[in-house]
């Protein structure tokens, strides 16, 4: 019983920062239909950057809480500053082409943000471990729980609902899902299609970013943080049915529960775990849980 | 066909003979460049049917693994046959999932075969028994009952990974050129029509997968015997991108653009890595990127716009 509730626990944790990772790779996708490899660098680059932020604000002798704010404001400053020029500079040119062409696009930007992050931050790893002591552990049943899995858990929701209340009962979410439903006509129904692009854009890198922020606390901070995180998401998104928050939220859950099942009961299969579950998903819902089936064309 | 051949031919001698004059990091970067140019070559056979596999790395792992292990464990030495094997075991690895993908197009296609290499992987990385992460490192071969000795063992490795490259090269041709090859690219324009004038989709794209096991086999059994090692990365995602990254750079149209995109990815990495240490991934990156932006088609669509041109 009580491997049960921690397998669940652990689960429900992991599941919750992969969500918030996934989602912002479902709505890059949705919107601008690439699956972007570099999602997985954008989530170190926001990892490296909460460590700067986290140790500027300790630097300049800010109370403890406020790194709560630095790993914030990191994901926040990947978001604006590399997010539009990447969109800008690089997809731009590219928009239109086969969908695995695009993937390919996205793998060469991997690979240059790979080195680029080495030459900026360096090969030693960083580790931020203040806002992680700041929950401290917490007692629920008599079992006890790990407070910053439990924030986390908190923040994945807020993320969630947010991106659906946003999309569904805002003028501004209506007009992306205009786009994300057919980009043509809402050009020509007046929406101004590259701003929706860049704005999309920015927000799914954001949320890379945050992930990758949130998680530089329980991890070293080190060159190749991303390389995993990237396939994984892909698992994600492709169970629950690429473009979709709601497949994002249960693709999460699956792979989270899949791997902590494996973690606890059988090791060896940890590394393996995420995929075998996406391949049975897959053989039963070859588009995800949540993707409408295609027309096709004659 | 006789066409092929008869160049195959030609392209062989002169690789026969220029490999006595070339230095040996020559030779060893061509071998190489071969060996890893067979997967590619097996994903340019996909490509034409419309559909990248981003895990081929699962058919180069397995058929380097196979040689690697029928060497060390059963001491099986002859280079030909342990070639012959690895495309052997990648056929057998690969052979039971093709039905199954043979239902899926495009990202579908390719992520569900990048999460069985990543299977592989996660297999490879945790059994003890072959190395770990760290995997093992593999006799010399033989070739035909013949050790060569130091000096020539460079020179007996390259003749037989081009030998056996340029002749899967001119089946690949052949294939291509055939009628069941013809049907792949009817396939990537409309695969319903095809449906509908009677051919069958699933079997074409299936059997094209086993076919690209076989070649991804050999180039992972050529790989390992070139390297004298191996370990879990031949499996990992990243490799099975370099692989992609050379077939979406020669294009569909030409065989030998696979061959010559695989020496410039080579040539590429092996300069940057020696120039420019840290920064090496940066420089294949935006040599990608170059790529795809300004050769959209492939090398191949270069060599077939020269072809044209000439009188």
Same mark, same amino acid.
């Given at each position: 019983m009580n491997t049960a509730i921690t397998i669940l626990a652990d689960g429900v944790a992991y599941a919750s920062w992969?969500?918030?990772?996934?989602?912002?790779? &479902?709505?890059?996708?949705?919107?601008? =239909?690439?699956?972007?490899?570099?999602?997985?660098?954008?989530?170190?680059?926001?990892?490296?950057?909460?460590?700067?932020? +986290?140790?500027?604000?300790?630097a300049w002798g800010f109370a403890p809480w406020l790194s709560l704010v630095a790993l914030l404001l990191g994901s926040v400053a990947v978001a604006a500053l590399l997010a539009p020029l990447t969109e800008r500079g690089l997809l731009r040119v590219f928009y239109g082409r086969d969908e695995v062409l695009l993937v390919l696009v996205t793998y060469a930007l991997f690979?240059?943000?790979?080195?680029?992050? =080495?030459?900026?931050?360096?090969?030693?790893? !960083?580790?931020?471990?203040?806002? !992680?002591?700041?929950?401290?552990?917490?007692?629920? $049943?008599?079992?006890? !729980?790990?407070?910053?899995?439990?924030?986390?858990?908190? +923040?994945?929701?807020?993320?969630?609902?947010?991106?659906?209340? $946003?999309?569904? *009962?805002? *003028? &501004?979410? =209506? +007009?992306?899902?205009?786009?994300?439903?057919?980009?043509?006509?809402?050009?020509?129904?007046?929406?101004?299609?590259? *701003?929706? !692009?860049t704005f999309a854009f920015m927000f799914g890198i954001f949320l890379a970013a945050l992930g990758g922020a949130l998680t530089a606390p329980m991890i070293s901070v080190q060159p190749g943080v991303g390389v995993a995180v990237v396939i994984v998401s892909f698992a994600v998104v492709i169970i629950g049915g690429l473009g979709s928050i709601e497949g994002a939220a249960i693709g999460a859950l699956i792979v989270g529960l899949a791997r902590s099942l494996a973690v606890h009961t059988w090791p060896p299969a940890e590394l393996f775990s995420i995929y075998v579950a996406m391949a049975v998903v897959l053989i039963f819902r070859p588009e995800g849980l949540f993707q409408r089936v295609k027309t096709r064309r004659i | 066909m006789r066409r092929a051949a008869a160049l195959g031919l030609m392209v062989l001698a002169a690789l026969l003979a220029g490999g006595l004059l070339a230095p040996k990091w020559l030779l060893f970067l061509i071998a190489m460049s071969a060996a890893n140019g067979l997967v590619s070559l097996g994903i340019v056979l996909m490509m034409r049917g419309g559909v990248v596999s981003f895990g081929q790395g699962l058919v180069f792992a397995g058929g380097g693994y196979a040689a690697a292990l029928l060497s060390n464990k059963l001491g099986v030495s002859d280079a030909l046959l342990l070639a012959g094997a690895g495309g052997a075991a990648a056929v057998l690895l690969a052979a039971p999932f093709a039905p199954l993908l043979a239902r899926y197009r495009g990202i579908f296609f390719a992520m569900l075969t990048l999460a069985l290499s990543m299977v592989l992987y996660g297999v490879l990385m945790k059994s003890e028994g072959l190395g770990g992460s760290d995997g093992f490192n593999m006799r010399r071969p033989t070739l035909l009952g013949f050790s060569p000795s130091d000096a020539w063992s460079g020179y007996a490795l390259y003749a037989l990974v081009v030998t056996i490259a340029v002749a899967l090269a001119v089946a690949a041709r052949v294939y291509f050129d055939s009628a069941r090859g013809l049907v792949a690219l009817a396939i990537r324009e409309n695969e319903l029509r095809v449906e509908y004038l009677g051919a069958s989709v699933r079997r074409v794209m299936a059997l094209d997968f086993v076919f690209a096991a076989f070649l991804g086999g050999v180039g992972g059994a050529l790989a390992v015997m070139a390297l004298g090692h191996i370990e879990p990365q031949f499996s990992y995602w990243t490799t099975s991108g370099e692989f992609v990254f050379v077939s979406i750079l020669a294009g569909h149209h030409s065989v030998a653009a696979v061959f010559a995109a695989s020496l410039v990815l080579e040539l590429v990495r092996s300069f940057s890595s020696a120039y420019f240490p840290n920064t090496w991934q940066l420089a294949l990156g935006l040599f990608l990127l170059i790529v795809i932006r300004f050769l959209p088609q492939g090398l191949g669509s270069l060599f077939a716009k020269l072809a044209s041109r000439a009188p």
């Open positions: 992969l969500f918030i990772v996934a989602l912002g790779l &479902t709505l890059v996708f949705g919107v601008l =239909k690439i699956l972007n490899v570099a999602h997985g660098s954008f989530y170190a680059v926001g990892a490296y950057a909460a460590a700067t932020f +986290v140790a500027w604000f300790a690979l240059v943000l790979e080195d680029v992050m =080495k030459l900026v931050w360096g090969v030693n790893p !960083y580790f931020v471990t203040a806002p !992680y002591a700041l929950f401290g552990n917490v007692q629920i $049943g008599g079992q006890s !729980y790990v407070g910053y899995d439990l924030a986390l858990v908190v +923040v994945a929701i807020v993320c969630g609902l947010g991106v659906w209340w $946003g999309l569904n *009962r805002t *003028r &501004t979410g =209506k +007009v992306v899902l205009a786009v994300i439903h057919s980009a043509e006509i809402a050009a020509s129904m007046g929406v101004n299609v590259g *701003r929706v !692009y | -």
